[in-house]
């Protein structure tokens, strides 16, 4: 590790698991999502002494390779939450929701840039980052709320959940695109169609296939005897190192087809979603992604340079009023079916970024599409439009209950106890 | 990572662990502990052309790194089974097998080792090395066998937990020796006694004080009601963040102290064991262990050099007999008054040495105290005793049947329902 002790590194490792948790759990105090504080922690630590004291300076390469393997996993765990036959089961209202609160999101970002600086590549890159619905923030804010069960919080979610999966190929066209570009316009479309082709491909064969096959055979063999077990579990594996291993050998496979590592990662997930009845790894996989994705935000935080915020900061400032108005105003139209009240809170529902528009931009960074300024750009609006989703979502929930007089709403003080 | 893309190190990851988790399943197969498997894949990586083709020629710090994080929670994860609560009840034999099964391997290595070479040192720590008994591979092969109700067995995993502890005792005091020798005596005798000090602090302060102040807090509160349950719930931390900051931090400490980061680990996994019922965070480190541990594993194979075994085969085969031979006649003495067939039983259940003689090499090769082809003997002796006592321990316990005609022992098929 050019020279470092292992002494050295294990003193890093636990002073920057320290710091971030430490101030993950301050943001969960302030009601703030415990990603914000991890992020942060990053920014204290890369832009204070901390760095120089800690010899961080000197070789950041293991801290790279301890995020990229928690954004994997955590993509993972969110394709695990992603079944392809729950999302076939949304229906419309989400669908229209999901696909509007790509398509004008994705379109303000690329203007946006192409305004500013004509360059493809980085529109695309921005445009994609402006796509992505943080389900776990959502969900969570929701939930925090005990509002799991109303209409508006299915059709959020659903279309959140959607949204995922959408942002999986816009990343994979805008990576296509910006490898292709230079070459000619036939070598965009033949990569663009690669990449799509590979999203499409593993989600047939692993998502539909593949549980097909397994309930024709189900039904082939009859319901299972309590009596077979003894023969069934010589052959059962322990399904998390099965798991990783698909979920790391779909990742290898994404970056030698040219896509992202975490598109691996994300359809290895969904392929497991079919599967959660015979390889639960859902629970295996949280104390795994409780140690290593803090390192991913710390990493994040680390890569934003305060010293450069001046120059940047309107730039950032007009970029979150754009996520939030045309994710509002986009889903918010695709909803509008269920009356005004209701569309205000699924738009309102789908403006927290979370990490999937920082997982994208630092993409484009790792790939030098992007400049460290536009990160930090993109890192300042994932943020920005996390840590004021849950204030507005109480409002816009508030103002359905007095306009429609709505009752049942629990209090919030009882939402501690989820 | 000395330019190393991101996208490669992920395919040395994924390689490495796709061949460590097959060689460990085809291992299990064959009735030889996984471990085995493990370290297997690192030889083979390392002595083939995958060690070219992996480029892991250029850079195997990554590995390091989580090979001593795999190692630290790995050994955490012993001491979570090690509560010093329970090491008082083990009884007077176990502890007589225990001490005598440590002084004897570790004279024997100790004294071979200052005839061949007449470096102190190197024999303090092939000493160590000899001393461990692994309690899980023990605790594995007789539960394997469906025998964890028998006297014999009860004594074997008390005094292999006993002998964890002496053996982290005795590598404090020889890390405290070699780090001190270069001085004069009264530096031997003060990082020595320095060493013991922080291992006896820790479990003083972590293992007796602060459980008997959690009890005596508890008395004054009296019985907790449900009633008090939302107030409690409202302080509670996850166990798991809490339990990976004072692992890592204590094992931090240990190496400012100048011993070994693991000793840090198991200390603060002894601790943890004491408050089970309050933050149980066994099951949250199954997970992470079962993804890092196999790293250690793959190091120490890829640290193994096989085009140098010629030399020292010979070396590997004597220090492994004496290993089998003091260890057994060490731990039958101390449980004599059992009587000689159940004394057998004993000494050949608290043969194999797993992973803790091999911890302790690794210790002595990274501070250049032995020689790369020594650590080889080491992990031959490791290995070797490691493949030899599950037959071995089979034999004994049938030796014992047929001599006093015990019946009750079940038969060796239904052990697989374990």
């Known amino acids: 590790m050019n020279g470092l002790s292992i002494e050295t590194v294990l003193l890093q490792i636990f002073v920057l698991f320290l710091f971030a948790k430490v101030a993950g759990m301050v943001c969960e105090r302030l009601k703030v999502p415990s990603v914000i504080g991890e992020i942060f922690a990053g920014i204290i630590i890369a832009n204070t002494i901390l760095f120089q004291w800690l010899s961080l300076d000197v070789d950041l390469g293991l801290f790279e390779v301890l995020a990229e393997l928690g954004v994997i996993f955590l993509l993972f765990a969110v394709g695990l939450e992603t079944p392809f036959s729950e999302l076939r089961k949304v229906g419309g209202t989400a669908m229209k929701v999901a696909v509007l609160g790509v398509v004008l999101p994705f379109l303000a970002g690329f203007a946006m840039f192409m305004a500013i600086d004509n360059n493809l590549n980085e529109a695309l890159f921005i445009g994609a980052a402006m796509v992505a619905t943080s389900v776990g923030i959502t969900a969570r804010v929701i939930s925090d709320m005990n509002l799991t069960r109303t209409l508006e919080s299915r059709i959020i979610v659903g279309a959140a959940v959607i949204d995922d999966v959408l942002g999986m190929i816009v990343l994979a066209i805008v990576m296509g695109v910006a490898m292709g570009s230079e070459g000619g316009i036939l070598d965009i479309i033949l990569v663009s169609a690669e990449a799509v082709l590979f999203v499409l491909m593993v989600i047939f064969l692993g ?102 915020f001046g ?89 359905k209950m007095d306009l429609d007089g709505v009752c049942g709403m629990p209090e919030p003080s009882s939402a501690e106890n989820e």
Request: aromatic share 10%.
């Open 207 to 308: 998502s539909i296939l593949l549980p097909k096959l397994r309930r024709r055979y189900a039904e082939q063999r009859g319901p299972s005897s309590p009596l077979q077990c003894g023969e069934r579990k010589r052959m059962a594996l322990s399904p998390l190192p099965f798991a990783i291993v698909v979920c790391l050998g779909l990742a290898v496979l994404a970056t030698v087809a040219g896509l992202a590592a975490i598109i691996g990662a994300f359809l290895a997930g969904m392929v497991f979603a079919e599967f959660k009845d015979k390889w639960p790894c859902e629970e295996d996989f949280h104390p795994i992604n409780q140690f290593l994705v803090p390192f991913f935000f710390l990493y994040v935080g680390m890569l934003v340079d305060v010293s450069s």
């Open 311 to 399: 120059a940047i900061i309107v730039i950032a400032i007009i970029l979150t009023l754009l996520a939030i108005v045309t994710k509002w105003f986009g889903c918010g139209l695709g909803s509008l079916s269920m009356g005004r009240s209701s569309a205000n809170i699924v738009g309102v529902g789908m403006v927290p970024r979370g990490e999937v528009g920082i997982i994208i931009a630092n993409i484009g960074l790792s790939y030098a599409f992007i400049t460290e300024g536009l990160f930090s750009v993109v890192v300042f609006m994932s943020m920005a439009t996390t840590i004021i989703a849950p204030p507005l979502l109480t409002w816009a929930f508030r103002r």
